[in-house]
């Protein structure tokens, strides 16, 4: 059988030229200024809003702080509806602050908040709906905006996996009151770390700003509580070196991702996890759903498995929230997550990834699956 020379990873971050990168930081060595919100940031800032189609950017240290300030910007409390299927920052920014995560199961097809279940679980705590776009496929977002306009709630999105993603030409980042990025190293944009958050209510810019520099609102007030949540000049060059690249590498994983379908197709019991009809995906993820049954193998075998051939998947999401330590819930409240979080399985895909080792990895879990039957 194929085996794979170099340990293979799901994901590789993308980088600048060298050459590009010293010449930008000439100039910060130059100015003196590494940080405070310098002519580096807020070109990023502007940079971004362009890109994402948005009205306003404030950019963070890491995405969770970001999604933290956003929490506080809104003045949520009490309980707030979000997923379970979803990386730990997301329940955990609202435990940060007191508040409790009311997980709500998910939808089969997309993996995300199912809004049919949302309204059930509203109660007189209730202050905001916390959705995350999982795999750059879109949540409900219509459906979430006419029950948050019902209960008077607000609405949140984590977008850390749908940069550059549109709904109908509109950017992801346009829809909610506050929209969250991750510019983390192994998101498809980064700035080494990094975050973002975009609005449309201009009245939160200040207040935004202000939360991410200690509640300082000017030099005789501190008019919140505040953190440092700010980014540096060295992050800002990162960013904005990588940004023009960004639409080019969105087609270059395309074709990686189209790879992957020409040859995970006809594998009995292996899905490929699609993008929804109507907007422009980003190609973040390559996502494969396994039936145990039908492939003759469970996921977490296959995922054993392809270990001893060099390949390192990854169980994203796995665990789901409800059973963190912190949160430990019934699994029976959430069928369909606790499902989907059994089954599914992410493959490597990032710039710069041999499409013959795509073939590679599609004809080990074909003769996976042939080896068992
Ligand atoms: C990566 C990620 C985050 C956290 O972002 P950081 O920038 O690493 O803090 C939050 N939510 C989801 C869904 C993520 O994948």
Same mark, same amino acid.
Do not use: T
């Given at each position: 059988m194929k085996s794979i020379n170099k340990a293979l990873y799901v994901t590789r971050p993308i980088l600048p030229s060298f050459d590009s990168f010293c010449e930008q930081a000439k100039e910060i060595w130059d100015s003196g200024v590494l940080t405070n919100n310098g002519p580096k940031v807020q070109e990023l800032e502007r940079a971004l809003t362009q890109y994402l189609k948005v009205s306003n950017t404030s950019v963070f240290c890491n995405g969770t702080i970001g999604l933290l300030c956003a929490i506080k910007a809104l003045d949520l409390s009490g309980e707030v509806i979000t997923t379970p299927f979803t990386f730990p920052a997301t329940p955990h920014v609202l435990s940060w602050q007191g508040i409790k995560p009311v997980f709500c199961d998910i939808e089969e097809d997309t993996f995300n908040l199912d809004p049919q279940k949302i309204e059930a679980l509203i109660s007189s705590e209730t202050t905001a709906i916390l959705g995350v776009h999982v795999f750059g496929n879109p949540c409900h977002i219509v459906e979430i905006d006419e029950i948050a306009k019902k209960y008077g709630l607000k609405v949140i999105y984590d977008a850390a996996h749908a940069f550059g993603v549109e709904v109908s030409g509109r950017g992801i980042g346009s829809f909610g009151d506050i929209t969250m990025f991750s510019f983390h190293a192994t998101k498809l944009f980064h700035t080494l770390e990094g975050g973002g958050l975009t609005f449309?209510?201009? +009245? +939160?810019e200040e207040k935004i700003y202000s939360i991410r520099n200690f509640g300082i609102e000017n030099e005789d007030l501190v008019s919140m509580v505040g953190i440092n949540g700010k980014v540096n000049e060295l992050q800002a060059i990162m960013g904005l070196l990588n940004l023009p690249d960004i639409d080019a590498k969105i087609i270059e994983r395309k074709h990686l991702f189209d790879k992957y379908q020409d040859n995970l197709d006809g594998i009995n019991g292996i899905s490929l996890h699609m993008p929804v009809e109507g907007i422009r995906p980003n190609y973040q993820y390559c996502v494969i759903r396994v039936d145990h049954e039908l492939f003759g193998m469970s996921r977490d075998d296959l995922y054993e498995e392809m270990k001893q051939y060099n390949i390192f998947t990854r169980k994203y999401f796995y665990p789901p929230c409800y059973q963190y330590t912190h949160y430990r819930e019934e699994k029976a409240k959430f069928p369909v997550t606790e499902k989907v979080s059994s089954e599914v399985l992410c493959l490597p895909i990032y710039n710069g990834l041999d499409s013959v080792l795509v073939k590679n990895v599609c004809d080990i879990i074909k003769e996976l699956s042939m080896a068992r039957v």
């Open positions: 449309d209510n201009a +009245l +939160l």
